[in-house]
């Protein structure tokens, strides 16, 4: 028994399977074609208590921590989601943890449980059109006056910002680009506040990706998420959840692939026989299924040190690179079995080509993975 497949974890895993064939299959293609997931979607999710996973009790969540949360990616994927439909599903994983770590009362009742009772939908606002890498660089700034903050600037690729009630917002405390940075949570509907382009993608369909302006906007200061100039600090300790989220997408995506490349080749006939007969290909899926179980295997191992507290950045961006490494081998190799089927709107390994190309550039590219792993050797 592994320490993702405990008594409980599997009962949560059958939860998760039973809840993505019931709500999601039938109209996944439908929210994929419509650029969204209905809020109804969030609100089922709540019921069972699946958005609340990794968030306590206390802030109105189910409880469990990031192995289950890893358990629920995993098991959306195993059953034939996606990882576009988790980015869009679970923003809140992105958006709240800030607010949950400041024990900001007010801001948990207004915020984190209406988000965990899926009654709203909350995004994370980093990345800015001059930049996204350098999160030190931000340069939407806000200024201090009385018992608000006057903003200013521009967010972009933000992950369910079409839809979202409250942004959690990265700003400039002091001149653009000091990297003195504060978190503000911004309501929609605050003038100045818009909403700009829904933004067309390769992938991740399903998930709403918005331009944000803020044009002299103004926010209360009870809305700062824990300290001033507290914020790039809180930034990067939730940096080691999300990368280990993406991680678990990418081999559970890859997990997935290997799954439907495997029954392909033993289906599909190709010059009287059926694929799998090829030695050539029997050795793919060898290969396919060995960078898999790898990935897993490290991801796992430095999650349950992410989730026993310990340091392990480095760890971490190794974890992301690793699994984000296979799972762009096996997309294509699985692509690739589906000859021209692959290359079909129909086919489930096309949406994941698509989907996973994005793993290796969100919550920081492959490329700031190994700055951080250069560094961590000393480099
Ligand atoms: C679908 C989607 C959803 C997203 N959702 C969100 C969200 O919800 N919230 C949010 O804040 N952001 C979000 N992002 C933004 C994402 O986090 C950024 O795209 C990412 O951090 C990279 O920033 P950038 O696009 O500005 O690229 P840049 O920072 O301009 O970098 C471009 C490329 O240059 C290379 N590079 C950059 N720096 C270095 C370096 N130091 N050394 C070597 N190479 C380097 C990398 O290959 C990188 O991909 C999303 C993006 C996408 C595509």
């Known amino acids: 028994m592994t320490i993702v497949d405990t008594p409980e974890r599997r009962q949560l895993r059958e939860l998760t399977r ?4 019931r709500e999601v299959l039938p109209h996944l293609s439908d929210w994929e074609r419509a650029g969204e997931l209905p809020r109804s979607l969030h609100e089922s999710a709540a019921k069972i208590g ?37 980015a869009a599903l679970f923003t ?49 700034c806000a200024v201090r006056d009385g018992d608000h903050y006057v903003v200013n600037g521009a967010k972009t690729y933000i992950t369910s910002g079409v839809r979202a009630d409250f942004v959690t917002t990265a700003v400039c405390t002091d001149f653009p680009g000091s990297g003195s940075l504060s978190l503000l949570v911004i309501d929609k509907g605050t003038p100045g506040f818009t909403v700009g382009r829904r933004l067309e993608k390769l992938g991740w369909h399903c998930s709403d ?64 026989r059926p694929l799998v007969a090829r030695q050539v290909v029997r050795h793919r899926l060898a290969e396919m299924h060995s960078r898999t179980e790898a990935a897993r295997a490290y991801v796992h191992e430095v999650a349950e040190r992410v989730a ?29 079995l589906h000859g021209g089927f692959g290359y079909m709107r129909d086919a489930e390994v096309e949406r994941h080509y698509r989907d996973a190309r994005l793993l290796g550039i969100g919550g920081g590219a492959t490329e700031i993975m190994n700055e951080i792993i250069a560094k961590g050797m000393g480099l």
């Open 18 to 21: 039973s809840f993505v064939t």
């Open 50 to 86: 699946l958005l609340g996973i990794g968030f306590p009790e206390s802030v109105g969540g189910s409880g469990g921590d990031l192995l289950d949360s890893m358990v629920v990616t995993e098991e959306i994927i195993r059953s034939g989601g996606s990882s576009g439909l988790i």
């Open 92 to 140: 809140h994983g992105i958006a709240l943890p800030h607010i949950v770590a400041a024990q900001d009362e007010a801001l948990i009742e207004q915020y984190v449980r209406p988000a965990l009772a899926g009654t709203m939908i909350g995004a994370l606002a980093i990345t800015e059109p001059d930049g996204g890498s350098d999160v030190a660089g931000i340069r939407t």
């Open 209 to 272: 990706t918005a331009e944000l302006s803020f044009a002299d906007v103004r926010v209360p200061v009870s809305n700062r998420v824990g300290p001033e100039d507290t914020g790039f600090l809180a930034i990067m300790q939730q940096f080691a959840n999300e990368r280990i989220s993406l991680a678990t997408q990418a081999y559970a995506t890859a997990q997935r692939c290997v799954d439907l490349a495997v029954r392909w080749s033993r289906d599909r006939q190709a010059f009287g």
């Open 308 to 336: 026993a507290g310990q340091p392990v950045v480095t760890e971490v961006a190794i974890a992301k690179n690793v699994a984000v490494s296979a799972c762009d081998f096996v997309v294509d190799a699985a692509l690739q």
